[in-house]
């Protein structure tokens, strides 16, 4: 399903809290409450590349508060078991005390209603978990970018912060944003003598 241009779907659930404290009524919306979100889905807590991404996910969470943004972290495992996992140090394969909150979809109804609850099929997938898929949601809770990952290649962090950078560059600017751009690269004004005037000069460095 694709969500790009969409208002992502609210919703209410279970969730252990940055502070380690588990709440019944969590809300999707009041969570970002007119800030970016970052909704990072993954497969199952006590796994194998979930808690390098959700300790990348942790250590960038700085960064993402300054642009603006707050993440929200879903699988289908039970607040219990995401008080657990954080109750388990890094070293023992755990993930600490991360500073984001951690949903419980365990009646699965959150990955369904974003279309990423695998099936297995031809994947690694065990059938019946959250695929590794983030969505960016605007302020104004429009989704603006999602992608999905196969379950054994880890997501890029810092690609979260570049979208976005990116996304506040044209909200800012009115400039589109070319392949490959990061913070402080020039943008490209949407029009034909803009685009030609941007090739011209970077065509090479692309």
């Not at 969570?31 to 960038?60: H, Q, W």
Request: net charge negative; proline share 5%.
């Amino acid at each position: 399903m694709i969500f790009v241009g969409r208002r992502a779907p609210d919703f209410a659930a279970h969730a252990v809290l940055a502070d380690g404290s588990i709440v019944d009524d969590f809300n999707l919306f009041e969570e970002i409450k007119g800030r970016f979100g970052i909704l990072f889905f993954y497969p199952m807590d006590f796994t194998f590349v979930c808690p390098s991404e959700l300790l990348a996910l942790n250590n960038r969470v700085d960064k993402l508060e300054e642009l603006g943004a707050k993440v929200i972290a879903v699988s289908v495992d039970s607040s219990y078991t995401h008080f657990a996992f954080r109750n388990t140090s890094v070293e023992d394969g755990g993930i600490g005390p991360v500073r984001f909150p951690m949903v419980a979809d365990v009646d699965h109804r959150i990955a369904t209603e974003y279309g990423i609850q695998s099936d297995g099929g031809e994947s690694m997938y065990i059938s019946g978990v959250a695929m590794r898929a983030t969505f960016i949601i605007d302020p104004k809770g429009i989704v603006r970018h999602q992608t999905i990952n196969d379950e054994p290649v880890g997501r890029n962090m810092d690609e979260m912060v570049r979208i976005i950078q990116a996304l506040q560059h044209h909200s800012e600017y009115g400039q589109v944003c070319p392949a490959g751009w990061n913070k402080g690269d020039e943008g490209i004004a949407p029009n034909q003598p803009g685009v030609s005037k941007f090739l011209g000069r970077y065509w090479s460095d692309l």
